[in-house]
């Protein structure tokens, strides 16, 4: 799937005050769903583009 074709699953961003632990300085991100009712979504900075990571509903 290209990026255009992804799907913020919100409008909202998510805001971590202290960063992420080993992403310190990533305070920005946004969550984009990879399929339609997929276990997994793509959690994405905003801060910086380059960084993305698999998160899960624990």
């Known amino acids: 799937m290209s ?7 919100s409008g909202e961003e998510l805001h971590f005050p202290d960063g992420l632990p080993g992403f310190p300085e990533l305070r920005q991100f946004v969550l984009i769903e990879l399929r339609e009712d ?5 959690l994405q900075s905003i ?4 960084v993305s990571m ?4 624990p």
């Open 54 to 57: 698999i998160v899960c509903v």
């Open 47 to 50: 801060d910086d583009p380059d």
């Open 3 to 9: 990026a255009t074709e992804e799907t913020a699953v």
């Open 38 to 42: 997929a276990a997994f979504q793509e």
